[in-house]
């Protein structure tokens, strides 16, 4: 029988993750035989873990809140995402170093592709300024769009990711006389009860929100986008699925069937 070839994914909390899931999935195409743990450090504890899992012969990791800035720092090289974004979410072993990747934006940007959503053109907002609003930014800043606003209570946040691109020329602040076509909520505010309050007119009846946040039924704010006229609201399980593709390519050189995978998590 082949090696058990071992992986796991870091978050706090974990314990509602699909990614064990999604990707002993990926495994069963590739007929590979994997385990993959789910693991919840304590807040400061992450790079204790880490370690572990790695000098247990660990070949991969996906990385979640609130460990992606602490895994760029783990790691021994980076890739250029990571870099640029300053987190990373794959970490992988590979010649006696530990490598780290950032397969966000890239993910977001292929479920956007294979919904056939096309952003040509597009106003974009993104809510936020985490690792991953700054991974989607860095994408997105590379596709045919007209602009990137941003929003968030902390101003000096947004400052400094349209200093760090800079040289993309087409990112700004959000600002309450401007509408979009796309709307991306990278915010915790889904997992809350504190009331949504971004401004309303940021929503048309032609804008598609995308959360990526994820439920069993629709979140919260795919339900508020709804309420505010927006055409079609997302959840996040598509970048989900996507952006752990991409990791798991980079770990076992082969690339997933996304689709069947999202379809299945969809029927559960």
């Known amino acids: 029988m082949d090696e058990i070839r071992k992986f796991a994914v870091f978050g706090n909390p974990i314990s509602h993750s699909l990614s064990p899931m999604i990707h002993k999935e990926f495994a069963k195409e590739q007929k590979l035989n994997i385990q993959y743990k789910a693991i919840e450090p304590e807040s400061d504890d992450f790079e204790t873990h880490a370690q572990s ?42 010649d006696g170093k530990i490598k780290a990747f950032n397969t966000d934006g890239q993910g977001f940007v292929n479920d956007l592709k294979k919904k056939k959503i096309a952003v040509r053109g597009m106003r974009v907002l993104i809510l936020g300024t985490g690792g991953s609003a700054r991974s989607i930014i860095n994408s997105m800043s590379s596709e045919d769009i007209e602009s ?72 919260r704010f795919q339900k508020w986008s709804l309420d505010k006229g927006a055409s079609l609201a997302l959840d996040g399980i598509g970048m989900l699925i996507n952006q752990a593709a991409l990791s798991y390519e980079i770990w076992n050189k082969f690339s997933p069937n996304t689709e069947r995978v999202e379809q299945l998590i969809r029927s559960l």
């Open 148 to 219: 990137i606003s941003i929003l968030s209570r902390t101003q000096s946040k947004v400052d400094r990711i349209i200093e760090n691109f800079s040289n993309r020329g087409k990112i700004t602040h959000h600002s309450d006389s401007e509408t979009y076509e796309l709307v991306i909520n990278t915010t915790p505010i889904s997992m809350s009860n504190t009331e949504i309050s971004f401004p309303e007119s940021m929503i048309m009846n032609t804008t598609i929100s995308y959360d990526l946040f994820y439920s069993r039924k629709q979140t």
């Open 53 to 94: 899992f790695f000098s247990k012969k660990g070949i991969g990791a996906n990385v979640t809140i609130p460990f992606k800035d602490q895994a760029y720092y783990f790691a021994d090289e980076r890739d250029e995402v990571s870099d640029i974004c300053q987190c990373s979410n794959t970490l992988w072993y590979d």
